[in-house]
């Protein structure tokens, strides 16, 4: 898992990374409200780092739900994916009572894996306050083995992302 710690006005107008924050941000459909709780601080009053992470995670997990590709209750051994990488880029701090949401797309399908793109974002004014992507890989954890990505998912996520599987 790589994790780069990037500042506000530390990339030119016209860099990769930028490009990279825009065109996710335009791309992504599926947004997930979170609640930034006190115990997700630092000692610095900032959203811990870590927390970046866990907020990517539950948006998935709400946008395989939605998707219908998972239920609450469902065991998460039937899910079939897995965590393969991660990336978080932090552009601005989140503070205690800040209303955030979380955004998901799948912009990538392979044979086994997946690119999602994820945004932490400001609720009301769409400041993005982190830019990232994890690649899932679909997993059979009973035989402990990478699977083709199931076409039921794959019909589903490109069906919702608008594009051909």
Do not use: W
Request: negative net charge.
């Amino acid at each position: 898992m790589s994790i780069e710690l990037y500042s506000r006005g530390e990339f030119a107008h016209n860099s990769p990374l930028l490009a990279f924050i825009i065109d996710a941000m335009s791309e992504i459909k599926f947004f997930h409200p979170i609640e930034v709780r006190y115990g997700d601080l630092d000692p610095q009053g900032h959203l811990n780092n870590a927390k970046y992470l866990t907020y990517f995670e539950q948006a998935r997990i709400r946008y395989f739900v939605s998707l219908e590709l998972f239920e609450p209750g469902q065991s998460f051994m039937d899910i079939g994916v897995i965590l393969a990488e991660a990336k978080v880029t932090y552009l601005a701090p989140v503070e205690y009572g800040t209303p955030v949401k979380a955004g998901v797309c799948t912009c990538k399908l392979g044979n086994k894996s997946m690119t999602v793109k994820q945004s932490i974002l400001h609720a009301e004014t769409g400041e993005v306050y982190a830019s990232g992507y994890v690649i899932l890989v679909t997993f059979d954890y009973h035989t402990q083995k990478t699977i083709p990505i199931p076409v039921e998912m794959r019909e589903k996520i490109s069906a919702f992302e608008g594009y051909n599987s």
